[in-house]
């Protein structure tokens, strides 16, 4: 799979990645929801996270 974009409802965050290489991806960028996750070609230039639904905390 050449990109895998995973999200974190708990935390509010995501992982980006890219360049899979041996079993590895080599590119990995992190962010928290409401940044923007820049997506390489062919995918569109960006995902707004800002709508993203997180998990309410536990009580």
């Not at 992982?15 to 992190?30: A, C, I, K, N, S």
């Not at 070609?41 to 998990?55: C, G, K, M, N, Q």
């Amino acid at each position: 799979m050449p990109v895998l974009l995973a999200v974190d409802p708990r935390e509010g965050a995501w992982t980006l990645h890219t360049h899979p290489r041996d079993g590895e991806y080599q590119g990995v960028l992190h962010g928290k929801y409401g940044e923007p996750v820049p997506l390489p070609a062919p995918l569109p230039a960006e995902l707004d996270t800002s709508a993203l639904p997180l998990y309410s905390p536990r009580s």
